[in-house]
């Protein structure tokens, strides 16, 4: 988890912060690199709203069905549950879409990337989310330095437990401006298992999920 998300979870130790709180697919550029390509430098791109595709993998079910803390298979774990994430405004596929989007302007390898558009472009992607799945275990240590005060609850900031987390998007497709397919890139998928920062709250396989999204675009 990287220094801001740690002041972030601090900060929410501090202020007893809401379960209802939403969450946002954060996204942040400062990091990325600079890959101007010459292929593909005068063109412009757009990417169509990513169809969110989750309910129909039957592995991202505990997401919709539980609060971000409770206890699986005889385990307390930790989900970013899909109820932290609930925005009429913003929904999730909307917030990945646009994380992309972020990232290929940041990249510069092209002219122009949009959102959504079919005119003054020269080709357009259309795709799914299938996965953007968090599970960690519960940290007992966490939870107890949280009670013991603001001191305790800093200290244990470094703990972590093992989890697993996955990214996947299916069904990616090129198209050219005429709308004819130009190649099918198919499914690409991040997963990882390993051991995650935690805190006593569970807000941190929102965190986590997040960093990985941004560190393996």
Same mark, same amino acid.
């Given at each position: 988890?990287?220094?801001?998300?740690?002041?972030?979870?601090?900060?929410?130790?501090?202020?007893s912060?809401s379960?209802?709180?939403n969450?946002?697919?954060?996204?942040?550029?400062?990091?990325i690199k600079?890959?101007?390509?010459?292929?593909?430098?005068?063109?412009?791109?757009?990417?169509?709203?990513?169809?969110?595709n989750? $309910?129909?993998?039957?592995?991202?079910?505990?997401?919709f069905?539980?609060?971000?803390?409770f206890?699986?298979?005889?385990?307390?774990i930790?989900?970013n549950?899909?109820?932290?994430?609930?925005? $009429?405004?913003?929904?999730?596929n909307?917030?990945?879409?646009?994380?992309?989007?972020?990232?290929?302007?940041?990249?510069?390898?092209?002219?122009g990337?949009?959102?959504?558009?079919?005119?003054?472009i020269?080709?357009?992607?259309?795709?799914?989310i299938?996965?953007?799945?968090s599970?960690?275990?519960?940290?007992?240590?966490?939870?107890a330095?949280?009670?013991l005060?603001?001191i305790s609850?800093?200290?244990?900031?470094?703990?972590?437990?093992?989890?697993?987390i996955?990214?996947t998007?299916?069904d990616?497709?090129?198209y050219?401006?005429?709308?004819?397919?130009?190649?099918?890139?198919?499914?690409?998928e991040?997963?990882?298992?390993?051991?995650?920062?935690?805190?006593a709250?569970?807000?941190?396989?929102?965190?986590?999920?997040?960093?990985?999204f941004?560190?393996?675009?």
């Amino acid at each position: 988890m990287t220094t801001e998300n740690k002041i972030l979870l601090g900060v929410l130790l501090l202020s007893s912060i809401s379960c209802t709180i939403n969450q946002k697919i954060a996204y942040s550029t400062n990091e990325i690199k600079i890959k101007p390509s010459p292929t593909t430098s005068n063109l412009v791109l757009s990417i169509d709203l990513l169809e969110d595709n989750r $309910k129909s993998e039957v592995e991202n079910s505990i997401l919709f069905q539980n609060p971000r803390q409770f206890r699986y298979n005889g385990e307390m774990i930790c989900i970013n549950s899909e109820e932290h994430y609930v925005d $009429k405004k913003e929904p999730i596929n909307q917030q990945i879409t646009f994380a992309l989007i972020k990232h290929l302007r940041a990249e510069k390898q092209f002219k122009g990337v949009r959102y959504a558009k079919r005119d003054s472009i020269d080709y357009y992607i259309t795709g799914k989310i299938a996965n953007f799945y968090s599970k960690q275990g519960f940290s007992n240590e966490a939870a107890a330095g949280a009670q013991l005060g603001l001191i305790s609850a800093l200290e244990t900031m470094e703990v972590k437990t093992d989890g697993l987390i996955k990214i996947t998007f299916s069904d990616l497709k090129i198209y050219d401006k005429k709308g004819e397919l130009m190649k099918e890139i198919g499914t690409i998928e991040k997963k990882f298992k390993e051991s995650l920062s935690a805190e006593a709250y569970c807000w941190c396989s929102y965190f986590n999920v997040n960093d990985k999204f941004k560190g393996h675009l």
